[in-house]
């Protein structure tokens, strides 16, 4: 799971307990809108810190420097492809933008093909963080955990 400098403390740290569940890796990629010490980071997050597997990127070139050869689904709003028509496979990343600005359009004309969104109706401009991160996720983790 890989985040891209997100801006919201609390969807961070829920989708950091998501990613203790699911036995996820979290990925954040700088800047970060919060602090790591954050209180409300940590609360949303609860006691599960400890158990989390996170990686911390400077930059979105670092961390496609050190992934380059993984496949990389990026969840936009911009993106065409409803999410439950990709087929994840273990290994995959699945990258979501900041709450405020989403994913760089360069960066998303770059993988169109992998770029995925989540149909909604017009009367949202998008979901909550945290809530779009567990529908991709657990959608990629029923193909790979039940499609073997």
């Given at each position: 799971?890989?985040?891209?400098?997100?801006?919201?403390?609390?969807?961070?740290?829920?989708?950091?307990?998501?990613?203790?569940?699911?036995?996820?890796?979290?990925?954040?990629?700088?800047?970060?809108?919060?602090?790591?010490?954050?209180?409300?980071?940590?609360?949303?997050?609860?006691?599960?810190?400890?158990?989390?597997?996170?990686?911390?990127?400077?930059?979105?070139?670092?961390?496609?420097?050190?992934?380059?050869?993984?496949?990389?689904?990026?969840?936009?709003?911009?993106?065409?492809k409803p999410y439950f028509?990709?087929?994840?496979?273990?290994?995959?990343?699945?990258?979501?933008?900041?709450?405020?600005?989403?994913?760089?359009?360069?960066?998303?004309?770059s993988y169109y093909d992998?770029?995925?969104?989540?149909?909604?109706?017009?009367?949202?401009?998008?979901?909550?963080?945290?809530?779009?991160?567990?529908?991709?996720?657990?959608?990629?983790i029923r193909q790979v955990?039940?499609?073997?």
């Amino acid at each position: 799971m890989v985040l891209f400098q997100p801006d919201i403390p609390p969807n961070t740290g829920n989708i950091a307990r998501l990613c203790v569940a699911t036995n996820s890796t979290l990925h954040l990629i700088k800047p970060l809108g919060f602090s790591l010490n954050d209180k409300r980071l940590k609360r949303a997050g609860l006691d599960y810190w400890d158990n989390l597997k996170l990686e911390i990127h400077n930059s979105l070139d670092d961390f496609l420097k050190k992934y380059k050869d993984k496949r990389l689904f990026l969840a936009s709003t911009k993106a065409e492809k409803p999410y439950f028509e990709a087929n994840f496979s273990e290994g995959d990343f699945l990258v979501f933008g900041s709450e405020t600005q989403g994913l760089p359009e360069d960066f998303i004309a770059s993988y169109y093909d992998y770029s995925i969104n989540i149909p909604m109706t017009d009367n949202v401009r998008s979901l909550n963080l945290a809530d779009s991160v567990a529908v991709v996720l657990y959608e990629a983790i029923r193909q790979v955990c039940f499609n073997r």
